[in-house]
């Protein structure tokens, strides 16, 4: 039989025990967040990541280490956006009544998103590098790594910026959409998608399945359109 | 369960292959999700045999993000010294864009019934 030393030492390089660390995780976060009521401040990723990150640095386990057994998990990201089709099919009368209002609140959104995070970050005298890298922050990370590495930021830096913008849309959405009074689930889902992207729109689900239907449709759009404006808007900024 | 997660993957690997191909700036993954709905409009009983799947993965979308998210506790330092502020522009945008454009869509769809 082998000592626990040795057995420990074996699982630390094992994906298996960092899979089964991530899921674990999440359903603490989970558990967390329904036992509070919902709390949107209560927000799973933010718990899950928070232990993990503890965790690695204890065990002093590197991230590509970790990452080993959490690709897995990270892998779904793809098949789940494709899964995004099915609320918006389950939806699609909605989204064809509502196709001038997402328009609209798409360009408003985007426009306003990229713009504010620019001109705020220039008033406090961020350049560069950095500020090119937050331009993109709103849209869904593998566009927004693409768009930063092609006007000149840190994709690196973007990836950061992106999971925090999530993080940040996720946790504030659900009091102020209430504090600015708007009880429709398709603006409250589409507006949070096109600020937040992906985990804006995890978030959406969790309230109510068409604010995530929007969500996805806002968060797909914005990654076009965000594409597309972001090297004409940062010339306001060199 | 297993037949409708094929079905997903199918459509993300066309969906990466006509992004691949065309050179679009849209990522594979969100091709594959029109690809999906144009399926499900030309075969109702296909969105209907996936959707339970799909939306079972959905529902848990938040944790396909938490690999990624232990990825950047790493990177914070890279924020620097601008952190604090780069913090707060991110904050204030996200509550601006959030605003505006959840008020765009109210104003919008209100103008749009008025008009009927």
């Known amino acids: ?238 | 369960m297993i037949y409708h997660l094929t079905v997903l993957l199918l459509c993300q690997l066309a969906g990466e292959f006509l992004s691949q191909s065309l050179n679009l700036v849209v990522p594979g993954p969100v091709v594959g999700m029109v690809i999906l709905l144009g399926l499900f409009m030309l075969l109702p009983k296909l969105a209907m045999a996936v959707q339970p799947t799909a939306l079972g993965l959905l529902s848990h979308l938040s944790l396909l993000f938490v690999p990624a998210g232990v990825g950047i506790v790493g990177h914070l330092d890279k924020l620097g010294s601008d952190g604090v502020p780069i913090l707060f522009a991110l904050a204030a945008s996200t509550a601006l864009a959030i605003t505006v454009g959840a008020l765009v869509f109210v104003g919008m769809s209100r103008l749009v019934e008025r008009r009927k």
């Open chain 1, 1 to 238: 039989m082998n000592a626990l030393p040795e057995i420990w030492t074996y699982l630390r390089q094992e994906p298996l025990l960092w899979l089964s660390a991530t899921l674990l995780a999440y359903a603490v976060g989970d558990t967390v967040f329904l036992k509070s009521g919902k709390r949107p401040y209560m927000n799973p990723v933010l718990i899950a990541v928070s232990l993990l990150a503890l965790l690695l640095w204890v065990t002093d386990v590197s991230y590509p280490t970790y990452f080993e057994g959490a690709k897995f998990v990270h892998f779904m990201l793809g098949p789940a956006t494709v899964a995004l089709a099915a609320p918006l099919y389950a939806n699609l009368d909605k989204v064809r009544a509502a196709a001038l209002p997402m328009f609209a609140a798409l360009i408003a959104g985007s426009v306003t998103a990229i713009v504010s995070v620019l001109a705020i970050a220039y008033a406090f005298g961020v350049r560069g590098e950095i500020l090119l890298s937050l331009a993109p922050k709103s849209v869904t990370a593998p566009v927004a790594l693409g768009i930063s590495e092609s006007i000149g930021g840190s994709p690196t830096l973007t990836a950061v910026l992106v999971i925090l913008t999530g993080v940040m849309g996720a946790v504030m959405a659900t009091p102020l959409l209430n504090l600015l009074g708007i009880k429709d689930w398709r603006a409250r889902g589409f507006a949070l998608g096109v600020a937040s992207h992906g985990i804006g729109t995890a978030r959406a689900f969790q309230v109510n399945e068409t604010a995530g239907a929007f969500a996805g449709i806002g968060m797909g759009l914005n990654a076009i359109l965000t594409a597309l404006i972001v090297p004409l808007i940062i010339q306001i900024f060199a």
